[in-house]
């Protein structure tokens, strides 16, 4: 399937699904046929399933969240120490802890539709073979709750020597396309900042295969070092980094992203913390842009973003922030 034939598809899809009427203004939008009251969407890894963050960040300010991993069986993560600081931001190796498919079907979905509905919800995919991406989708799909799905296929493939899905343009068409096999809510897939040169490929790729959307980017790895000890602050070793070292990184792989494909949504994350930050994003191409490491850092964050966006268009005369999309004026 062309992406022009995908995208048409992706409208017919969203036809039947809720969550697709009018937006309010300045900060409404669209993306892959699901309404979103603002573009701020917290980022996966930092949002929990949404029930964990009730009391600490009011959810009906926000336009949706990407919950946590979520894999075929229960991961136990990686040792501690998970999260260091450095004077550019954070880094982490969670390893993508989760309680697996069952129990977050059983415990968790339900609670965004019940008491935040119009907050939009993606979960968040992970799978260390093709097919498991599909089978937790095809385990949750049944179940209302969420609006759809982000694949994080910068996973290792651990049947291919444990290169990550998106690095492997066959196995990216694999995990894509079976993936929108199994279910007609949106799929947004989720690319890492690694690929360098290849990620525009990458996303042509996904788009391809059958995605809605894309998220740009992922953390980038990194390795942080205590001087003392002589060993890495992580347990684990190495990990990804995030945070404000992340956002000119984030920022211009969307800005290639969307100059390659300008009609495809786009999530831009990385190290997002004021209402500016995010005027970068969608001036680059972005339709949401994805809040993380500032959440943890201040949960009001996401709040003030909403807030600060809303005062910045009034300061210029912006009656639609969607207007100012991929306006970006490159230098002659």
Not at 170 to 198: C, E, I, Y
Request: proline share 7%.
């Amino acid at each position: 399937m062309t992406i022009a034939a995908d995208t048409a598809a992706a409208n017919a899809r969203a036809d039947a699904r809720p969550g697709t009427g009018p937006v309010p203004r300045p900060l409404g939008v669209h993306a892959a046929g699901l309404a979103f009251r603002n573009p701020i969407v917290l980022a996966s890894g930092t949002a929990g399933y949404g029930h964990e963050l009730a009391e600490v960040i009011d959810l009906d300010a926000i336009g949706g969240l990407a919950s946590k991993a979520v894999s075929v069986s229960p991961r136990p993560g990686a040792p501690a120490l998970r999260v260091g600081e450095f004077a550019g931001g954070m880094i982490n190796a969670v390893g993508l802890a989760n309680p697996g498919m069952e129990a977050v079907k059983r415990e968790h979905l339900g609670y965004m539709s019940a008491t935040h509905p119009g907050t939009r919800v993606l979960v968040n995919v992970i799978g260390f073979s093709i097919d498991e991406f599909a089978q937790v989708i095809a385990h949750l799909d049944d179940l209302p709750g969420h609006d759809g799905y982000e694949l994080n296929v910068s996973c290792p493939n651990t049947k291919a020597g444990g290169i990550e899905f998106g690095a492997d343009p066959a196995a990216l068409r694999s995990v894509v396309s079976s993936a929108r096999a199994v279910t007609n809510r949106p799929l947004f897939v989720k690319l890492s900042p690694a690929l360098g040169t290849a990620l525009v490929p990458a996303a042509e790729q996904a788009m391809d295969a059958g995605a809605d959307g894309l998220t740009l980017v992922n953390t980038m790895p990194g390795l942080v070092i205590d001087v003392e000890r002589r060993r890495p602050r992580l347990g684990f070793g190495s990990g990804g980094v995030s945070g404000s070292a992340l956002l000119p990184v984030g920022v211009l792989a969307t800005w290639r992203v969307s100059r390659a494909l300008p009609s495809v949504p786009l999530c831009g994350l990385g190290g997002v913390s004021t209402a500016e930050d995010a005027v970068q994003y969608i001036l680059a191409g972005a339709t949401l842009v994805g809040v993380g490491t500032a959440a943890l850092r201040d949960p009001r964050a996401p709040e003030r973003i909403v807030r600060d966006l809303t005062r910045w268009c009034e300061r210029h005369g912006v009656s639609d922030l969607m207007s100012l999309r991929g306006t970006l004026t490159w230098p002659n």
